[in-house]
């Protein structure tokens, strides 16, 4: 695997290249638990809320988000993002892919809207 988690200027920790990763690149597929809607009440007053992303899928199914395994998680919040994520119903994965060349030590960033062009303000404040 090309990345490794280190602390992050922008928030906290981050997730970080150890060697250059190419466009087009998957830089992780991560391993998703798929929820029903109807169990998201369990977890609204929970940290694991702000870890759910939308898991709609073609063919529809009963489940509607996903928790998300994997160093993505970590990933922080950008409106320039260079990454972005595509769900994978068939491996049951979230695969995030590389929208331009990475350089080795570059933080790996992902737009929380998931729209990579998406400017709608997100629910925190944001570092420039």
């Given at each position: 695997m090309k990345i490794e988690l280190r602390k992050s200027e922008?928030?906290?920790?981050?997730?970080?290249?150890?060697?250059?990763?190419?466009?087009?690149e998957i830089i992780e597929k991560c391993p998703v638990v798929p929820i029903k809607l109807q169990e998201l009440s369990f977890l609204k007053n929970s940290a694991i809320s702000d870890y759910i992303f939308s898991w709609e899928t073609d063919p529809p199914s009963e489940y509607k988000i996903a928790f998300v395994l994997g160093y993505c998680m970590v990933?922080?919040?950008?409106?320039?993002p260079n990454s972005r994520s595509l769900r994978n119903p068939k491996d049951n994965t979230m695969d995030f892919i590389a929208l331009r060349d990475i350089e080795s030590g570059e933080e790996i960033t992902h737009n929380y809207h998931g729209d990579?062009?998406?400017?709608?303000?997100?629910?925190?404040?944001?570092?420039?």
């Open positions: 922008i928030h906290g920790h981050g997730v970080f290249t150890s060697e250059k990763i190419f466009s087009g990933y922080n919040h950008s409106y320039s990579p062009n998406c400017k709608e303000p997100v629910w925190f404040e944001v570092k420039s």
